[in-house]
């Protein structure tokens, strides 16, 4: 059974920085692309950042130059250290998995607020 496990979230000023981690089981994640979506109350779920198993992380304009997204294949893990955090950042962030089938996790509260 694939699980992933997102950790990372809280509560962070504007201006501060926040790294997310989500540890996959249950599978190999160097063969997935792998990316880290968000979801505010009342708004759809977007995409942050998108990992492909080739080339550079991909970023909307909304959060490039702020975050940055890696992977450790070795640890089965991925990141995202979100750097200038604003009140629109605050969101349920979730890991994302896919390869033939598609994985979920169930995220981790990102909340901004002086």
């Known amino acids: 059974q694939v699980q992933l496990v997102e950790s990372g979230g809280g509560l962070v000023q504007p201006g501060g920085s926040l790294t997310l981690s989500c540890t996959a089981s249950?599978?190999?994640?160097?063969?997935?692309?792998m990316a880290w979506f968000r979801q505010a109350p009342g708004k759809r779920r977007e995409v942050v950042a998108t990992?492909?198993?080739?080339?550079?992380?991909m970023f909307p304009d909304s959060v490039k130059g702020r975050f940055t997204f890696w992977r450790d294949n070795a640890k089965n893990t991925v990141y995202l250290q979100m750097n200038n955090l604003k009140p629109d950042d605050t969101a349920v962030y979730y890991c994302?998995?896919?390869?033939?089938?598609?994985?979920w996790g169930r995220g981790t509260q990102v909340t901004v607020s002086s």
């Open positions: 994302h998995g896919r390869q033939t089938e598609v994985y």
């Open positions: 990992s492909y198993t080739y080339g550079e992380p």
């Open positions: 249950g599978t190999d994640i160097s063969g997935y692309v």
